[in-house]
């Protein structure tokens, strides 16, 4: 599992190719049909259009794309997925193999590995969503701040990124969860809310990297600097010129977090320091079926692969998005 | 076509064997998801010893990718070269196979580029990088290239060569940069040397100095220069001949100094035109109306035709050749002696 | 060189204090209750609560606190369990099994994952390339603990190649397995970052500059490309060693490996917080320092950092 720390700069990691530099010049040589020739290009298209038109034909977008929206779905309304109980165990049933009657079949306490699986998904998509979204509002408010007003301002904040970039993720999980444990009586809510604030608060470097870099380089632009001397305000720089040029690298690490934060969150379920029953969730469920693994492998490989699928997705949603913006494939 | 087109010098027709560099008809294109570009679209130059060959166009017109294909370096894919022959003292260097023709390279034609800061290898100090001419291709000890690069750096005149042969190229100046790729060129005494836009990312008063410093080495080495630009300015003071290209093709042909007062093509007349005169001070800037075509796209008949004052339907219908207009001077252009007249 | 590592160094230190700081409040100074978790399930027998709150001077305002732990720290006294056990000794005893572990994993992300990075980018668009993009996608979006136990099952359980669990020797060969599934998902990263660093430099101005003098692709690839294209790896051969060790504590949970990893995995189980934050803190004290070499490496290959 890799730190998502570590995303950031080697973004061009999960991306290719380059236009041929004298191919580029070759057909950048200018636009204009010749009279007689064939209207091809009537209106300018944006960057985003581009991407939107380029994605709908990525096949790893579209099946990604599907994958997650299931899971939100199981996520939200899991009965539809099963009619079964994920609370109702019989030990009697306990580590029997699949069969017509439970399709996953069932676990060490006895409950159906199917119904856990299914209402497992909302606790992984729960964290990350909310992970994400608290990591992209701090990082990138914080990002915004460092990169506008430099100076001392940044330096604080570049220094203070620094040191929470020393702390690795898991590790820092692990530290942040042990020193504030939960247990059977925690609420739910609590529980999950504990993970999600554990890892937002060490993983909003990242994303306030990114937002730095944009803000910084979309600063010394010359169109700010006209639009400065046209009397615009902060605000309004940040509104119309900095925040469209950083949707793109936002939107691609945000998806890539979501899934590398489900990923987290499961590890540490699994440790016993994350997500703990009475929440239902895949990371528990591999931790409860690792005893068995040899003997009954079908409590563990089932939450597995809906984990990997989950991860997956979004990683390779992420991986799509970023090529459709990556301007050098056009 | 090829006799009107190639333009031998007139010692070598007189001497009666081949010139230094010769291309003859080439082709190269692109293939890319846009379409195929057609760069080069039968390119005939030729160059002999201590002659200087500029070869002036704008972005896009195939005066890079021609170079690159003679030195074939051209990255395929997605170049081809798909027409044409390019000859080294009679020698057909496109149908050796490559470990023949990497011979060549570097040893009798080499290639200066640029922007000096990309085209050095930025980990390795600029004395490595020069010697490994030496090392690799003479076989030199470390010690021996040490000391002939010294020597090639005091020629190209870096000041200090001696302690600042173990620096990085990003702790010197652009002029200085462009010399160390100067003298990477010439470290073996190459036969023709091809400048692409040597002076184009520097300050004139550096311009200035850097085509002295080719001038020089040209006429003590005797090599041919080809020397590619856009800047008509930099051409006047050191280009023999002068062969001007549009959408992959030359459409003009002349010695230096004719040229300029009397151009005998429409592109050409456009591209002097352009320049700011300080006697016309006040007056509207002429440009050429119109822009570059993409080259998947090439207009029918004569390229220049849809941004041409001088159209006819003609033009739109039929290509113009290479064609002598006056003795020396090609144009391809149907109404070549029209503009000529014009200029008078 | 010597000027810049003096820099570095300096600049180290501010970072080291900010995290440990960092550390150290998350871990007692938030409000609540500081030893909540430290004692298992239970909670604290009086007699630690007083023993504890006497050494580490809870009572005191909390800059004191840090600066007494520091202080301890400095000393090599990372606290003692309920129990008594000292965390040091714990982890003098557990860090040899884990570095080599660590060693073993680092040697295959590096060969590895360099050699795949090399191979794809080379042959960009061909089978291996994309054979190289496609599995590093899997191993970098598996979960680490999922990579465990599949292998586990499949290599140790059912092709028997690999024994199950480590023993207490932990010799290299049962190391294998376990180095390989730590070393997974960086190794992927590793590999699809060398590869695209390839796959540019070898469209860069430079490459063409050095084809045009007539060197061999060999000797252009080799020499000129490599050499940029490993600069950026190393950067992240070194961040990364952070998820490296996060990893370890699931791998040796899983293999039974008594390393360090081993130590906190098991200590969790038990609610033992002060084990298991006084381990993480040294590790997180590691991954700074390996961060503080690697960065110093990395200006030793690239002249133009040094230089600035």
Redesign the interface.
């Known amino acids: 599992m890799t730190d998502p720390n570590a995303l950031y700069p080697p973004a061009a990691a999960l991306a290719d190719e380059k236009v041929h530099p004298e191919a580029e010049t070759a057909l950048e040589a200018g636009t204009e049909a010749p009279p007689g020739a064939p209207q091809e290009r009537d209106k300018p298209r944006s960057l985003t259009s581009d991407a939107w038109h380029d994605l709908r034909r990525n096949p790893i977008f579209i099946v990604s794309a599907v994958i997650i929206v299931v899971l939100v779905v199981m996520a939200a309304f899991p009965g539809v997925f099963t009619n079964k109980d994920p609370r109702f165990c019989d030990l009697n049933l306990s580590r029997q193999s699949p069969s017509a009657d439970a399709w996953f079949g069932y676990d060490v306490q006895g409950c159906d590995v199917y119904a856990r699986t299914i209402y497992g998904a909302r606790a992984s998509i729960l964290v990350g969503l909310f992970t994400t979204l608290a990591v992209t509002i701090i990082g990138g408010l914080i990002g915004m701040i460092a990169g506008f007003y430099s100076g001392w301002v940044d330096s604080v904040l570049s220094r203070v990124l620094e040191i929470f970039f020393g702390i690795p993720l898991l590790l820092g999980g692990v530290l942040v969860l042990a020193s504030f444990p939960s247990g059977p009586n925690t609420p739910q809510l609590v529980t999950v809310g504990k993970v999600v604030l554990a890892l937002a608060v060490l993983a909003w470097t990242s994303l306030a990297r990114i937002m730095r870099s944009t803000v910084i380089q979309v600063k010394h632009a010359d169109y700010v600097s006209a639009a400065r001397a046209l009397g615009g305000g902060a605000a309004r720089i940040l509104r119309s010129h900095v925040l469209p040029n950083a949707v793109a690298p936002v939107i691609v690490y945000a998806t890539i977090v979501f899934g590398i934060f489900i990923g987290v969150e499961a590890t540490l379920s699994f440790l016993g320091i994350g997500l703990q029953p009475p929440v239902i969730s895949w990371g528990v469920a591999i931790n409860d079926a690792s005893t068995y693994i040899r003997q009954s492998p079908h409590m563990l490989l089932f939450p597995g692969a809906f984990l990997t699928v989950t991860v997956l997705a979004f990683i390779m949603l992420g991986d799509a998005v970023r090529d459709a913006f990556d301007p050098r494939l056009r | 076509m090829a006799t009107t087109d190639t333009y031998p010098s007139p010692e070598a027709a007189a001497a009666g064997h081949a010139p230094l560099l010769e291309v003859d008809d080439l082709q190269v294109e ?1 293939r ?1 998801r ?1 379409g195929v ?1 057609k ?1 080069v679209n039968g390119v005939s130059y030729s160059l002999d010893e201590g002659e200087t060959l500029a070869v002036l166009g ?3 017109s ?1 005066k ?2 021609t170079a ?1 294909a003679v ?1 074939g ?3 395929s894919p ?2 081809f070269v798909t027409g044409g022959a390019v000859r080294f003292r009679g020698q057909d260097l496109l149908s050796l196979p490559e ?1 023949e023709r ?6 009798n034609i ?2 200066v ?1 640029q ?1 000096a800061l ?7 100090p600029v004395g490595w990088q020069i010697g ?2 030496f090392r ?2 003479e076989g030199m000890s470390k010690k021996d290239a040490r000391g002939r690069v010294i020597e090639l750096m005091e020629r190209v005149r870096i000041p200090a060569a001696r302690e600042r042969v173990d620096d ?1 190229p ?2 010197f100046s652009g002029g200085m940069r462009q010399r160390i ?1 100067i003298a ?1 060129a010439i470290a073996l005494d190459p036969d023709v040397l091809i400048a692409d836009e040597p002076t184009t990312a520097l300050d004139v008063t550096v311009q200035a100095q850097i085509m002295e410093l080719l001038r020089d080495l040209q006429r003590e080495r005797k090599m041919g220069l080809i020397l590619i630009t856009h800047d008509l300015g930099v051409v006047a003071d050191v280009a023999d001949k002068i062969s001007v290209m549009y ?1 992959g093709r030359i459409m003009e042909k002349a010695v230096v100094g004719e040229i300029y007062a009397r151009p005998s093509h429409p592109y050409t007349k456009g591209l002097l035109e352009s320049i700011p005169r300080v006697d016309l001070k006040g007056q509207d800037l002429s440009a050429i109306r ?8 090439i ?2 008949g004569c390229e220049f035709h ?1 941004r041409c004052p001088y159209a006819q339907d003609i033009c739109r219908e039929k290509r113009p050749a290479l064609l002598e207009v006056v003795p020396g001077r090609f144009s391809a252009c149907h109404f070549a002696q029209e503009v000529l007249d014009d200029s008078i | 060189m010597g000027r810049y590592t003096i820099r570095r160094v300096l600049q180290m230190i501010p970072v080291v204090i900010g995290t440990t700081l960092l550390i150290f409040v998350m871990v007692w100074a938030l409000p609540g209750d500081p030893f909540a978790g430290k004692c298992g399930d239970r909670p604290c027998p009086p007699q630690y609560v007083a023993q504890m709150t006497e050494k580490f001077n809870l009572n005191e305002p909390w800059y004191v606190q840090y600066f007494l732990y520091m202080g301890n720290l400095l000393q090599g006294d990372f606290g003692e369990t309920i129990s008594g056990m000292s965390v040091a000794d714990e982890l003098a005893r557990t860090y040899p099994t884990t570095a080599k572990l660590a060693a073993l994993a680092i040697f295959f992300e590096i060969v590895i994952g360099i050699g795949a990075g090399v191979l794809a980018g080379l042959r960009k668009g061909g089978f291996i390339d994309n054979l190289v993009l496609l599995s590093t996608l899997f191993f970098i979006a598996i979960p680490i603990f999922v990579i465990g136990y599949v292998s586990q099952l499949v290599f140790g359980v059912q092709l028997g190649i690999f024994p199950v669990t480590v023993s207490s020797e932990a010799t290299f060969y049962e190391l294998l397995l376990p180095a390989l599934v730590l070393a997974s998902g960086t190794l992927a990263y590793v590999a699809r970052v060398m590869r695209t660093n390839l796959v540019e430099n070898l469209r860069s101005d430079y490459v063409r500059t050095a084809t045009a003098k007539g060197l061999g692709r060999r000797r252009v690839v080799g020499i000129h490309t490599v050499r940029n294209s490993l600069i950026p790896v190393i950067t992240l051969i070194g961040a990364d060693f952070g998820a490296l060790l996060g990893g370890a504590i699931v791998t040796e949970g899983i293999f039974n490996i008594g390393g360090v990893g081993g130590l906190i995995f098991r200590n969790i189980r038990l609610r033992e917080g002060a084990m298991v934050t006084g381990a993480v803190t040294v590790l997180v004290l590691v991954f700074l320092l390996v961060n503080l070499f690697v960065d110093l490496f990395y200006a030793a290959l690239d002249p133009r950092i040094r230089y600035d």
Do not use: K, W
Not at chain 2, 290 to 297: A, I, K, N, Q
């Open positions: 692109f890319t846009d570009a760069a704008e972005s896009g195939g890079s990718v690159l030195m370096i051209l990255d997605p170049g470990d990497r011979a060549y390279r570097g040893r080499a290639m580029f922007d990309s085209a050095l290898n930025p980990v390795f490994e001419m690799v291709h990085y990003h702790q790729m990477m959408a119109g822009l570059p075509p993409s080259l998947t796209r207009p029918t849809p």
